[in-house]
């Protein structure tokens, strides 16, 4: 049985999955395997969960070409805890940390870090809008570790280089985790919700490199040190989500791996700002060098228009372009599962949509 369509969805997260994931979830829902159960109601310490955990990090480890120096936890809590877990384990008494401050998550990550502890500023593009990613900070980080969010899904810009710092990197992945190849030696952590580019909300993936671990402050309370998450399965993981990540972890595999995924979706990226760029009616609001791949950000020539294009666009059949509240205008999401025949569709009725009203 078909349900109703699934329309074109370019919601910022949760976000679109991938149909060929949702179609075998659907199948596999009832019952598990063999396991006389669907995967919602089996035991976390199952060797069914077990065996999905463990193919969960294999496929990872394959698509970063990650060594055994880097565990993988799936935790609760959303990204969020991790703006105060990983100062609580790693901003350590008397020292300081960087934090790169790009947009409103980098922000509220830098929040949560300084109720700890010291952590500083080290650049911000607060002062105009967050429209841009700051360089030339580098050679100011004084800290023992540099916060930074590598994609800002609200304002729409992207870091396109790793920073090059002499200090492990802590990166908040959220919005574009996956979408390219990461360079893993630049960082002793990443963190990501899943439910952008990997997977529905209720995970969130850590990776965490050896070293960097044992320079975590001891003791800690269990649940929040990264190390207890580390040498055990330590409390229920958020099963149904870690379930539908190892098939999102397929299926990227299956495209081709992390470089192929970069191709398609810089190509998609291109297309939708290259559309944005043609004429006047639709303006880029992030600085095209820092544009995101992930999260398209553009205006209309006024707010009244903006709404009427949200609105009509639904009525196409192209969901969630309303940007984010605390800045107006509209976003367009391409996460990884965006395919590019929805990215079409977008630029079609924005041809149609400035006909009518440019
Ligand atoms: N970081 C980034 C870059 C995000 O986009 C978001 C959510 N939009 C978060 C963190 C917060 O994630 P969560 O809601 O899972 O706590």
């Known amino acids: 049985m078909e349900d109703s369509p699934r329309l074109h969805n370019f919601c910022a997260g949760p976000g679109a999955l991938p149909l060929e994931v949702v179609r075998q979830v659907r199948h596999e829902l009832p019952v598990y395997k ?41 935790l609760g809590c959303g990204a969020s805890m991790q703006f105060h877990q990983v100062p609580l384990n790693f901003l350590v008494p008397g020292g300081t940390a960087d ?30 809008s967050f429209t841009y990613i700051p360089t030339g900070w580098e050679d100011q980080v004084t800290g023992s570790y540099v916060h930074y969010t590598s994609n800002n899904t609200v304002c729409g810009t992207q870091y396109i280089e790793t920073p090059g710092v002499k200090v492990p990197l802590v990166c908040d992945a959220s919005s574009d985790f996956l979408s390219r190849p990461i360079d893993l030696d630049s960082h002793g952590l990443i963190y990501a919700g899943a439910q952008k580019n990997i997977g529905p909300a209720g995970v969130t993936v850590v990776l965490v490199r050896d070293d960097f671990l044992g320079m975590r402050n001891q003791p800690l309370p269990s649940m929040m040190d990264y190390g207890v998450h580390a040498a055990k399965l330590f409390n229920t993981p958020p099963v149904f989500a870690v379930y539908v990540v190892e098939k999102v972890l397929r299926w990227l595999e299956g495209r081709g791996g992390l ?100």
């Open 99 to 128: 934090y790169v401050v790009t947009g409103i998550w980098a922000k509220k990550a830098h929040t949560e870090a300084a109720r700890l502890g010291a952590a500083h500023v080290v650049a911000s593009s607060e002062g105009a």
């Open 34 to 74: 063999n396991a006389g159960a669907s995967v919602m109601e089996i035991s976390h310490r199952s060797d069914h969960y077990t065996a999905l955990e463990e193919s969960s990090r294999a496929a990872l480890r394959r698509l970063l070409g990650m060594g055994s120096e880097w565990h993988i936890l799936f």
């Open 259 to 358: 470089e192929a995924i970069r191709q398609q979706n810089t190509e998609k990226a291109a297309l939708l700002y290259g559309r944005i760029d043609a004429t006047g009616f639709y303006r880029g609001t992030a600085r095209k060098a820092d544009r995101s791949m992930m999260n398209v950000t553009f205006r209309l020539p006024t707010p009244e228009l903006e709404k009427r294009f949200v609105g009509e666009a639904e009525q196409h059949g192209l969901l969630a372009l309303k940007g984010h509240r605390s800045v107006g205008g509209i976003r367009a999401s391409i996460y990884n599962a965006c395919p590019k025949g929805s990215v079409l569709e977008l630029i079609e009725f924005m041809n149609y949509f400035e006909a009518k009203n440019g």
